[in-house]
């Protein structure tokens, strides 16, 4: 399959690597990283085991990969107004769009840009991160939850799962991308946006019980939202505690909100909470907490860094 | 009045340089600026005039003053625990104490300590901050509300807020004291509390409609809270605009937790939001967002500084 990465951050790296060596044409569009990967190529440091992709893709525009079949968007969500511009060059008739972003919205707006039948989307559940130049650093998990945007034959969605697994990436199918989405956001909401407010790591949240409350609160209320939005299935309150004591495994991780507020970036505060909170307001449900913390962090952000 | 300064911050030394000027005998319990003031006495830098006091009473431990007419609390809250070993020494048959501390609580732990029936609160409407040692520097206000915690004859609380209105202190007796700390609690609560989570001035928050939102649903929280605790009056939400635009003209306030945060200090999360939060749940309601404030900045502080 020829394959575009959009966004070629830690996650459309260690992605777009794993694709390329088990054979698909991968091309990365890239800026910080253009001379290291186009001279010497891109390693892989992974708990799987390392690996080095001696010749690889690299294009500082899109329109130099032309159409593909599948473009897979990792770009941070607040970039987004360059969608348009970034992925046209990429579409052809029969183009996929895959989204790994954060949060809401995105599905939406590739849809608007380029037609709902060629969008789908996915929630990476992914450790990695950027090092030097030219290296990606895997530290663990990989695995994505597949749906269509608008459900189809799953002809296509079944193709893409097929492609990611075959490339040792965990992968399944959904019929119900909207619920994994909000599953993602009972962590997404409390630990990105308090790690990055507090700046602390998610053990340092879950150690207070008075800040694990208040995880745990949030969780609570991102599920009642999320139980508006005409899921499949119901998401239990449990599944609260489900994430509380998975979270507890995930020691000192800084969930990607608070690095891109260590390193200065702007924040992915409108998709992960606020769109968010947009959809749960259409519903009639008002989340207290989740809105606090928005503001919080927007106020916090509006004065420059912190 | 023999008078002794427990507490010899901003407050205490303006309020106590005052008391001295207008003929009392004051006698103050110094730390930082024993040396300076017991050598060169006092001066205050006025927003109404500077004056000088050349010979101040400075002491060391409060067993040197003695038994005393009134002694004026101006300690920390989250010094309180040292209150019975510092305040004892001063206390005879007739010492009246008066409390200007910030917060809830204070009052009580007083009466518990050494009998209801000498304990006075008052709420401070001050700004002022020490400068180097031996100066202290009144910016603005220094308007008191004094009450008795168990209203009694009314006397001595008419005799000291005499004493406060000839040393030229704008001073009112209240027969609901409990009201008075509630109303200053409706800007204490999300002024101290936001501006040093986000270590921003009061003008900062009130000018992103976002933040002066929650600011002024924090004060309704506190209002709702208030009129559950027997008030002699309902305060009316419309309180809460004429807050914010008392406030308005605050320009670049920081108030005293934001300092204590900036300057390393311990914050007085106790006396200004759990003390409240703990006597609004005992009168059946939950203020929400002064819960996740106080969470967040108990959680901030535990990591050290922020």
Not at 118 to 125: D, H, S
Request: with cysteine; proline share 3%.
């Amino acid at each position: 399959m020829k394959i575009a990465i959009i966004g070629s951050g830690a996650l459309g790296l260690y992605y777009g690597a794993m694709l390329q060596r088990s054979g698909h044409e991968v091309h990365f569009l890239l800026r910080r990283d253009y001379e290291a990967i186009t001279s010497n190529g891109l390693t892989v440091h992974s708990v799987n085991g390392d690996f080095c992709l001696p010749v690889v893709s690299g294009h500082r525009t899109p329109d130099t990969i032309g159409p593909v079949e599948l473009v897979i968007v990792g770009l941070k969500t607040f970039a987004n107004n360059h969608l348009y511009d970034l992925v046209s060059p990429l579409v052809a008739t029969e183009t996929q769009i895959l989204t790994l972003q954060n949060g809401l919205g995105n599905e939406e707006l590739l849809a608007e840009l380029f037609g709902a039948e060629r969008i789908l989307g996915g929630v990476a559940f992914l450790c990695s991160n950027r090092g030097e130049s030219g290296h990606v650093h895997h530290l663990g998990g990989g695995r994505i939850i597949i749906g269509e945007y608008e459900q189809r034959d799953n002809v296509r969605l079944v193709q893409i799962v097929s492609a990611f697994s075959s490339a040792g990436i965990e992968c399944k199918a959904t019929g119900d991308l909207k619920k994994a989405r909000w599953e993602k956001l009972v962590w997404n909401i409390p630990f990105n946006g308090l790690c990055a407010l507090l700046q602390q790591s998610v053990d340092k949240l879950l150690k207070v019980n008075g800040c694990r409350k208040l995880v745990r609160d949030l969780m609570v209320e991102v599920i009642a939202a999320a139980n508006t939005q005409d899921l499949s299935q119901v998401i239990p309150e449990a599944y609260a505690d489900e994430m509380l004591e998975f979270s507890d495994g995930m020691g000192e991780y800084k969930p990607s909100m608070q690095i891109d507020r260590e390193e200065g970036r702007t924040l992915e505060i409108e998709a992960i909470l606020r769109v968010p909170l947009g959809y749960g307001r259409q519903h009639g449900v008002d989340m207290l907490r989740t809105e606090m913390l928005a503001v919080l962090l927007e106020q916090g952000f509006a004065a420059g860094p912190f």
